[in-house]
T-cell receptor, first 113, second 115 residues
Framework: DTEVTQTPKHLVMGMTNKKSLKCEQH?????MYWYKQKAKKPPELMFV???????INESVPSRFSPECPNSSLLNLHLHALQPEDSALYLC????????????FGPGTRLTVL | GEDVEQSLFLSVREGDSSVINCTYT??????LYWYKQEPGAGLQLLTY?????DMKQDQRLTVLLNKKDKHLSLRIADTQTGDSAIYFC???????????????FGKGTLLTVNP
């Protein structure tokens, strides 16, 4: 199984809502990542988890709150978002060392009204 | 800092070869990757090359690496309409602590294949 799954596929939320994005992989990878991708741009790294611990936060606003409940799951909790946060949110996973190519999920298309 | 440059557009006829070029600045990159992204989809890893290799071939894909010039290319032989997508090259840089790698992506090349 070389698949990373993400739910939901699409999400529309208001600026006062609280929602969560979910990501799952069963490749035994111990590194998981959240990226944000705006239209016609490359993905931008947001967070990195290693061995279920947050290792990198790329200065992301606190209205985005990541969580890694176990080695297969990664969540991104959203609260009080702004319209400019509308984007495709991609999850990825990789091995920790060696050839640590990242496998990406299909993404969640988020629209903030 | 790290920087990866790509041309933004490439248009070819079906059956021709496509060559997508990329330049990077970080000479310490261990691996270089090519990802494909179709409209509305996530990124699909196409191939990678280790920094001590010059060339790698994988079916219709050929990757060439000129480490001296920091130039990477992806050749797609017999390009098909299904190859139409955005292609990102990416270099990997170790994050602090060395146990994770950050991918620095180019801006992506939109490949259009005309029938």
């Amino acid at each position: 199984d070389t698949e990373v799954t993400q739910t939901p596929k699409h999400l529309v939320m208001g600026m006062t809502n609280k929602k969560s994005l979910k990501c799952e992989q069963h490749m035994g990878h111990r590194a998981m990542y959240w990226y944000k991708q705006k239209a016609k741009k490359p993905p931008e790294l947001m967070f990195v988890y290693s061995y279920e611990k947050l290792s990198i936060n790329e200065s992301v606003p606190s209205r985005f709150s990541p969580e890694c409940p176990n080695s297969s799951l990664l969540n991104l909790h959203l609260h009080a978002l702004q319209p400019e946060d509308s984007a495709l949110y991609l999850c990825a996973s990789s091995r920790i060392r060696g050839l640590s190519e990242q496998f990406f999920g299909p993404g969640t298309r988020l629209t903030v009204l | 800092g790290e920087d990866v440059e790509q041309s933004l557009f490439l248009s070819v006829r079906e059956g021709d070869s496509s060559v997508i070029n990329c330049t990077y600045t970080d000479s310490s990159s261990t691996y270089l990757y090519w990802y494909k992204q179709e409209p509305g989809a996530g990124l699909q890893l196409l191939t990678y090359i280790f920094s001590n290799m010059d060339m790698k071939q994988d079916q219709r894909l050929t990757v060439l690496l000129n480490k001296k010039d920091k130039h990477l290319s992806l050749r797609i032989a017999d390009t098909q309409t299904g190859d139409s997508a955005i292609y990102f090259c990416a270099e990997s840089d170790p994050l602090s602590g060395g146990s994770n790698y950050k991918l620095t992506f180019g801006k992506g090349t939109l490949l259009t294949v005309n029938p």
